[in-house]
């Protein structure tokens, strides 16, 4: 009798939402994690919407990319269900995004941020480098005054030709890796999570 291979069961996120303290009030916050769970889990991961949107942007790029780490996407202050802070502003959202992390007692975590959320992400890795392992970045706008940045980071860039607003992020961002993406779309994350996901989960996953 020939002996058939061990079937892996397909790893299954679980989803949730919740809410948390920030010093602004509270964030809401749409969550994935590894149904496995457990200490081999990679890098806590935060995704950090557009001003325009909220954490709904990642609601389904959540589960594709939460199968081998935990991943919080907050309403930034004053977007969604979180409350206001007294402007918005890239400091302001950067310091709720760092006290959802001491919140969770997290040491260390990686960074996807989409226009304004890259913004944000660029702020956080500046202010705090030891906090932030590393950036994932999309469409990101000029952030006025920022320091270069050490972590190392991958850039999707999304709409190419004159005017791309990522080309700046040469300047700020010593150790990046830009990718050219073939299509474009202002709602990227819920029309192609999956595509999205393999190069980031593959960058994310490298060790340093």
């Known amino acids: 009798m020939v002996k058939q291979p061990k079937l892996t069961a397909p790893v299954t996120v679980r989803t949730r939402r919740a809410y948390f303290d920030c010093r602004f009030g509270q964030l809401h916050v749409r969550t994935g994690f590894p149904a496995t769970g457990g200490f081999d889990e990679g890098v806590t991961l935060f995704c950090l919407h557009p001003s325009e949107g909220s954490s709904r942007v990642f609601?389904?790029?959540?589960?594709?990319?939460?199968?081998?780490?935990?991943?919080?996407?907050?309403?930034?202050?004053?977007?969604?269900?979180?409350?206001?802070?007294?402007?918005?502003?890239f400091e302001h959202a950067a310091n709720a995004v760092a006290d959802l992390a001491a919140d969770l007692r997290l040491r260390q975590i990686d960074l996807l941020g989409f226009r304004f959320g890259g913004g944000t992400a660029l702020t956080l890795a500046a202010q705090r480098p030891n906090l932030v392992r590393r950036l994932v970045l999309v469409g990101v706008p000029p952030v006025n005054g920022l320091a270069p940045v050490s972590q190392e980071a991958l850039v999707l860039r999304v709409k190419?030709?004159?005017?791309?607003?990522?080309?700046?992020t040469k300047g700020v961002l010593t150790r990046a890796k830009i990718v050219d993406l073939n299509e474009y779309s202002s709602d990227m994350f819920e029309a192609a999570?999956?595509?999205?996901?393999?190069?980031?989960?593959?960058?994310?996953?490298v060790k340093a």
């Open 193 to 205: 999570p999956k595509t999205l996901a393999k190069p980031i989960a593959a960058f994310l996953a």
């Open 160 to 168: 190419l030709g004159p005017g791309d607003e990522s080309q700046w």
């Open 59 to 89: 609601e389904k790029f959540l589960p594709e990319i939460a199968d081998d780490r935990s991943v919080y996407a907050p309403d930034l202050p004053g977007c969604g269900e979180s409350d206001a802070a007294p402007a918005m502003s």
